[in-house]
T-cell receptor, first 111, second 116 residues
């Protein structure tokens, strides 16, 4: 399967703490994208990181990409209750015209 | 604001009927649209990829006669679930992308289908 794997599957932390989610994939990519999904809703695009980039920031979000290890991480700093959601990484594989999703991490921020 | 819309947002139908879901790209022309389905507490599974004016490419295990996809224009794709059965109940999400693969892929808000 080309589907990426995410780790952990579930994460529960206190408000204000940082949350780190990891994603691994199997084949060479054009880019990797992170999405957030609130329960029963559509996906919200967070960050796209290209294969030649190593780190990207957007507000409280920081994404890293290590193509040698075929892995990426999403860090949410100073978490808030509103960050409670499922987070998915999706890889755009070279030669494939489609985005393949990981299993996702269910993040719960406790007030 | 939203760049991809879906309609309807939810639908309940009787077993054996057909249901059509529309996906529209707003303010941009989508060269490619994708249809995913998602079961509760699971990830998104790609069903098919459609390019404007050509036949959709279905993923392995997805019945093309069951899930009819039409991508008649650069802003509209439709998914028709034919002769729906309770096991087709799911959350269906479309997405769209530009020709420029460096741009993100945007998703619609999803359509929840319940087949009774």
């Amino acid at each position: 399967s080309q589907q990426g794997e995410e780790d952990p599957q579930a994460l529960s932390i206190q408000e204000g703490e940082n949350a780190t989610m990891n994603c691994s994939y199997k084949t060479s990519i054009n880019n990797l994208q992170w999405y957030r999904q609130n329960s029963g809703r559509g996906l919200v695009h967070l960050i796209l990181i290209r294969s030649n980039e190593r780190e990207k920031h957007s507000g409280r979000l920081r994404v890293t990409l290590d193509t040698s290890k075929k892995s990426s991480s999403l860090l949410i700093t100073a978490s808030r209750a509103a960050d409670t959601a499922s987070y998915f990484c999706a890889t755009d594989f070279q030669g494939a015209q489609k985005l393949v999703f990981g299993q996702g991490t269910r993040l719960t921020i406790n007030p | 604001g939203a760049v991809v819309s879906q309609h309807p947002s939810w639908v309940i139908c009787k077993s054996g009927t057909s249901v059509k879901i529309e996906c529209r790209s707003l303010d941009f022309q989508a060269t490619t649209m994708f249809w995913y389905r998602q079961f509760p507490k699971q990830s998104l599974m790609l069903m098919a990829t459609s390019n404007e004016g050509s036949k959709a490419t279905y993923e392995q295990g997805v019945e093309k006669d069951k899930f009819l996809i039409n991508h008649a224009s650069l802003t509209l794709s439709t998914l028709t679930v034919t002769s729906a059965h309770p096991e087709d109940s799911s959350f269906y999400i479309c997405s769209a992308r530009w020709l420029d693969l460096r741009m993100p892929q945007y998703f619609g808000p999803g359509t929840r289908l319940l087949v009774l």
